[in-house]
């Protein structure tokens, strides 16, 4: 071999042995090093999925048109509003599975529930008959059919109200006599309600919207509604204005329960403590009622 051949032979073989060695550092390299898709945080995509598989869900009261507009009860008088407080604590909202039916006895089955955080008083007389139901509160909720209600009527902490679960104040006028009343109503008393019922559904509540459910009072039970022929079952049961308007002197009245038992006759007050716990609806929909 000759000295040139010798001399190509030796460059050759130190050029492979340094390729060997870069390749060798670069592997050793790519396998100490974290993937670079790893070195940023990671999205807390449960989060986020919570965030899409939910709405907002808000909860109304509504005392309808008897309230807001005024009415004539079943025994003549036309009766005015100027506020009607009702204070509501532990409202809650079910996902019921199966359907609840508050007069089946059963007891609620709930998959999913969420409540409002807070006690809240309001006025179902506030605005005119084409105002928006109250809002009592809205909560965070995951998206489904809510399709049961269910709430506490407890004394109001402040205000004209304090005390009372339900406060009435208003003017009811017949034949030329007048009557500026003030009825402050208790016992405490508790609802739980099935599926709303009315022109439109409510409680359906897609991911990312709102939607709403309504607690509805129905007084027309407590004084009955000239409208509704007299041997309706509706008017039978109400007890009417007139036995309020006996009491009133002077032309006004200002009653609390315990005056209205000391006063009332013993028929008329079973008949009104019988009627207060009909009171709670979700629209046309039934609840079970308990006196707490």
Known sequence: MTKITKQFVFIVLISLLNVAVLQGCEGNQ?????????????????????D?????????????????????????????????????????AYQSDPPFDPESGKTLEAKEKVSLAQTQTVDLAQGDENAEPILVGEVKAPAGRYNALS????????GEASGYP??????????????????????????????FVGEQRKGILQAGSTSDLEATFHFDHLFGDAETVPDDELNQGALGFEPFATLAKDGKLEADTTMLKENLSEADYKKLMEILPSLGHVGEGHCQETKL
């Not at 090093?33 to 790893?38: G, H, I, K, L, S």
């Not at 506490?152 to 902490?157: G, L, N, T």
């Not at 009435?168 to 739980?192: R, Y």
């Open 30 to 50: 790519t396998q100490s090093e974290p993937p670079a898709t790893n070195s940023q945080p990671t999205e807390n995509t449960t989060e986020k999925a919570t």
């Open 151 to 158: 709430w506490q009527m407890v004394p109001a902490q402040t």
């Open 166 to 195: 339900l406060y009435l104040s208003g003017k009811a006028t017949k034949e030329g006599k007048n009557v500026d009343f003030i009825l402050k109503i208790q016992p405490e008393m508790a609802f739980t309600c099935g599926d």
């Open 52 to 92: 899409q598989e939910s709405g907002t869900l808000q909860i109304r009261a509504n005392g309808e048109d008897f309230i807001r507009k005024g009415f004539v009860s079943k025994d003549g008088w036309q009766i005015n509003f100027d506020r009607v407080y009702v204070t509501l604590a532990d409202v809650t």
